[in-house]
C-alpha cells in the first residue's frame, strides 16, 4: 500500500500529463481537416489526437517508472500486465466520436491503479478548461481555470490551492429526476431502462452528454443517475469511477449490482449504472 508521501508525490505527473495531453488535443481540434480519422479493430474511430495526447501520457509519465495499460497499447497481452500491483490506466481522448462532430465533449482520463483498484484519478475536460481529481478516501474535487497546456507543470501546492469539493454546495436534490445517457452511444436497451425509471418518475429529465463528463456531473450533483448499455472499456470507467465514489456516489453492473473489475483478461465492461451522492433511486 503506498503511503501519503507517495501520493502527493505523484498527484503533479498524473495532473500535468492530463493537462499536456489536453493540449495535444486542442491543437488537432482547432483544425477540421487534419483528424485522420481510421477505425480501430472493433470498428470505433481513432485521430491522430487519440495518436497525440497518447504520446504525451507515455511520455511525461515514462520518468515514474510505472507501466502503462492505454487505450492505444490495448494490444498489450494479459500475461505481460496481470501481475501489475501498480500502474496507469489511461484513455487518452475519451469521447472521440464527440471530438469528431466538434461537440466539445470529450476528456482525458488517467487513473492509478493499485492491486486493480483505483487508488487516484483526474479527468480533464480541456475545452472547458475543467479538471477533476480524486484520490481514495481523500475526496473528490473540481478545479476550474486549468487551459491546456503542452509546458504544464503544476506543483502539489498549486493544484490543491483553489479546488472546490465534490459534490458542488450550488448542486443538490433536483425537484426532478435528471438522467444521464450517452450521447452517440444509446440503444433499446437504455431506452427501455428510462421508460421502466419514466414509469416511477413522470417528469424525469434525459441529459444527453459524451465521454466520462457524465461521470463528472454525477460527481458535482448536476445529474442524478446513468445508465450504459452499451461497450466500454476499462479505460473508460476508472478515473470517472473514483471521482463519483469520493463525492458519494456508486457505480454498479447491470445486472448483478456488483462493482466494476478492472485489469481482468477481457478488458471490456459490463453495463452499469451510476447514482449521485443525492439519488435515492
Known amino acids: 500500500m503506498i503511503d501519503d508521501k507517495v501520493r502527493m508525490y505523484l498527484l503533479p505527473p498524473l495532473f500535468n500529463a492530463a493537462v499536456r495531453a489536453g493540449a495535444s488535443i486542442m491543437q488537432v481540434y482547432k483544425n477540421l481537416d487534419d483528424y485522420d480519422i481510421s477505425l480501430k479493430d472493433d470498428r470505433t474511430p481513432i485521430t491522430v489526437a487519440d495518436r497525440l495526447a497518447h504520446r504525451t501520457i507515455r511520455e511525461y509519465l515514462g520518468p515514474t517508472r ?7 497499447g490495448r494490444e498489450m497481452r494479459y500475461e505481460e500486465r496481470c501481475n501489475w500491483e501498480l500502474y496507469w490506466l489511461v484513455d487518452p481522448l475519451d469521447g472521440t466520436v ?16 493499485e492491486n486493480n483498484v483505483c487508488i487516484g484519478a483526474v479527468v480533464y475536460v480541456p475545452y472547458f478548461g475543467k479538471m477533476y481529481v480524486a484520490g481514495r478516501n481523500a475526496g473528490s474535487f473540481l478545479k476550474e481555470g486549468v487551459a491546456p497546456d503542452a509546458g504544464a507543470s503544476y506543483t502539489y501546492d498549486e493544484i490543491v490551492c483553489g479546488w472546490t469539493r465534490l459534490p458542488l454546495p450550488r448542486e443538490g436534490r433536483h425537484d426532478h429526476l435528471r438522467v444521464a445517457v450517452s450521447r452517440s452511444h444509446q440503444t433499446s436497451e437504455t431506452h427501455e431502462h428510462i421508460e421502466r ?16 463528463y457524465k461521470f463528472c456531473m454525477l460527481a458535482e450533483g448536476s445529474v442524478d443517475y446513468y445508465v450504459r448499455t452499451t461497450r466500454t472499456y476499462e479505460w473508460d470507467t476508472a478515473a470517472g469511477e473514483l471521482i463519483l465514489a469520493e463525492a458519494g456516489g456508486t457505480t454498479r453492473s447491470l445486472p448483478g449490482d456488483a462493482e466494476l473489475r478492472y485489469n481482468e483478461a477481457d478488458l471490456h465492461n459490463p453495463w452499469f449504472v451510476c447514482r449521485s451522492k443525492y439519488c435515492e433511486l
Request: no cysteine; charged share 25%.
Open 66 to 72: 510505472i507501466p502503462i495499460l492505454s487505450e492505444e
Open 98 to 113: 464527440e471530438f469528431i462532430k466538434g461537440n466539445n465533449e470529450f476528456t482525458v482520463n488517467i487513473a492509478l491503479m
Open 197 to 212: 425509471l419514466r414509469a416511477r418518475h413522470p417528469d424525469l429529465e434525459v441529459v444527453e452528454q459524451g465521454s466520462s
